[in-house]
């Protein structure tokens, strides 16, 4: 009998020959020979994979791959039956063995389906098999649940037409406004308009308002809450929302030498960094605003700190 104490379970091996009986024999391919698993302690982690992980090695169909292993990934065979990659147990046999071991790191509550990265760090840990980083990549890119919830913030193609900072940008000197509507009441408001600095800090500004606010309005708040800190701005991105299109707005610009810089429609390469800006604040909002609503007025504070 030989006490195993391995990753990510503890386990007994028992040798049994073809009567049943327990073999103090330790052949390394003994066809006759069963892994049994039990005394399994860790809730967390252990399901049926290891056991089939076990299994798999021992099965006579796969000897001559875990023999070809050896030789080519320097996979060691240990006294017991198995079969290891440094730390780690090695994976042999079909790609539904795989999935069993990739979905209980990914799919499982306690793993809370985390990106390619971490998966591949946790398998890693415990289980090996020729590469597993490019199965963990294929894998989590079909998981329905990961692209239904979460957001790419790594798109794969480049910005066309990046804005540049300006080599010593001063503080809200270029900025990006929007809006995000249709929020529950709070305060009497149910918008929040949106001001980040572009160049230098990355800070932003959150103002609630109403959504029926028009461009002199918006003029009004920014003359309140921006301008006596930090001076007229130098560039405005924004979107097409007709508050920051309209003709009140582009004389007013003018008259203030200040240079509008808007977006086409869906062209996130120019007015991104708001769009990133209202993205987190949404986010944030919703932890603190779950039990109520309509009291995201009074979070607005704290959030430009955060």
Request: aromatic share 8%; net charge negative; proline share 5%.
């Amino acid at each position: 009998m030989i006490d195993l104490h391995t990753r990510p379970f503890r386990s007994q091996t028992i040798c049994l020959d073809s009567t049943g009986v327990e073999s103090t024999d330790d052949h390394e391919w003994d066809v006759e020979a069963t892994v049994q698993i039990t005394d399994i302690d860790n809730n967390n982690i252990n399901d049926d994979s290891e056991t089939e992980v076990l299994h798999a090695q021992g099965l006579q169909k796969n000897h001559t791959q875990l023999d070809t292993w050896r030789s080519t990934y320097n996979v060691e065979y240990h006294p017991g039956g198995l079969w290891w990659k440094d730390n780690a147990l090695v994976v042999v046999g079909n790609d539904n063995l795989k999935r069993g071991v990739t979905s209980k790191f990914h799919d499982a509550l306690s793993a809370g389906h985390p990106g390619i990265a971490k998966t591949t760090t946790e398998i890693c840990k415990y289980y090996w098999w020729p590469s597993v980083r490019d199965f963990i990549t294929e894998y989590i890119k079909g998981c329905a649940n990961c692209q239904m919830n979460k957001v790419n913030t790594n798109p794969s193609k480049p910005p066309v037409y990046p804005i540049t900072p300006a080599p010593n940008a001063l503080p809200f000197q270029t900025i990006a406004l929007n809006f995000i509507t249709k929020l529950p009441e709070s305060l009497g408001n149910d918008t929040i308009l949106t001001i980040t600095d572009h160049n230098c800090s990355k800070a932003s500004i959150f103002i609630p308002c109403k959504e029926a606010i028009d461009s002199e309005g918006v003029a009004k708040l920014y003359l309140q809450h921006v301008i006596p800190h930090y001076g007229l701005p130098k560039k405005i991105i924004s979107d097409r929302d007709t508050r920051f299109t309209s003709n009140f707005t582009k004389e007013l610009c003018r008259i203030l030498g200040i240079k509008q810089n808007i977006s086409t429609a869906y062209h996130l390469q120019t007015d991104g960094q708001s769009e990133r800006t209202n993205q987190s604040l949404e986010q944030y909002l919703c932890i603190v605003c779950g039990k109520d609503q309509h009291a995201w007025a009074e979070w607005l504070p704290l959030v430009q700190y955060v």
